[in-house]
T-cell receptor, first 114, second 111 residues
Framework: GDSVTQMEGPVTLSEEACLTI???????????LFWYVQYPGEGLQLLLK?????DKGSNKGFEATYRKETTSFHLEKGSVQVSDSAVYFC?????????????FGKGTMLLVSP | EAQVTQNPRYLITVTGKKLTVTCSQN?????MSWYRQDPGLGLRQIYY???????DKGDVPEGYKVSRKEKRNFPLILESPSPNQTSLYFC??????????FGSGTRLTVV
């Protein structure tokens, strides 16, 4: 079945440092890939998405590129802020005739200090 | 504002006492689903619904029921809650081709 593997956290960075959170997936076919972010005490919010190979999703300074050859979708940001502290989830979506299922990684906590 | 609304946000109950967690979306989405989030396990799908009166099991459906009598509402029902259902629950909806919109979550404790 489908699976998503993320690097374990927490990832601890100082403000303005570079961020990379690794995500790899196992799936047949051509799933869509997503990054969701969960701030403390809140639900998940869609951060960015990519629906086909070589697509780059971007939002709020975060980027991720759909790499089919390496089955990866790593999340990157050039300069993190304290407000980026949250849990980040990589996910893949399989859709078929209206049926959709999201498979999530276990999440990576990011802690950014001033 | 486009949103998914869950209630209650927090709930403590006793083993065996039936409860319902409500979920409502105002985006006219056809697809809705329920997830539970547990430490070290991430999010797992409980049930989903492709449209009104169409529901199906996800990865962890045991002990749960759902109904979809109208498009906007998708309640999660625990007929006889047990301590292993203590978890953080999320309702979500989506339109085809778009990402999911999640509710703020319901933290359930079963004692």
């Amino acid at each position: 079945g489908d699976s998503v593997t993320q690097m374990e956290g927490p990832v601890t960075l100082s403000e303005e440092a570079c961020l990379t959170i690794n995500c790899t997936y196992t799936a047949t076919g051509y799933p869509s890939l997503f990054w969701y972010v969960q701030y403390p005490g809140e639900g998940l919010q869609l951060l960015l998405k990519a629906t086909k190979a070589d697509d780059k999703g971007s939002n709020k300074g975060f980027e991720a590129t759909y790499r089919k050859e390496t089955t990866s979708f790593h999340l990157e940001k050039g300069s993190v802020q304290v407000s980026d502290s949250a849990v980040y989830f990589c996910a893949l979506e399989r859709e078929n005739s209206g049926y959709s299922t999201l498979t999530f990684g276990k999440g990576t906590m990011l802690l950014v200090s001033p | 504002e486009a949103q998914v609304t869950q209630n209650p946000r927090y709930l403590i109950t006793v083993t065996g006492k039936k409860l319902t967690v409500t979920c409502s979306q105002n985006m006219n989405h056809e697809y809705m689903s329920w997830y539970r989030q547990d430490p070290g396990l991430g999010l797992r799908q409980i049930y989903y619904s492709m449209n009104v009166e169409v529901t199906d099991k996800g990865d962890v459906p045991e002990g749960y029921k759902v109904s979809r009598k109208e498009k906007r509402n998708f309640p999660l029902i625990l007929e006889s809650p047990s301590p292993n259902q203590t978890s953080l629950y999320f309702c979500a909806s989506r339109r085809t081709g778009e990402g999911y919109t999640f509710g703020s979550g319901t933290r359930l404790t079963v004692v």
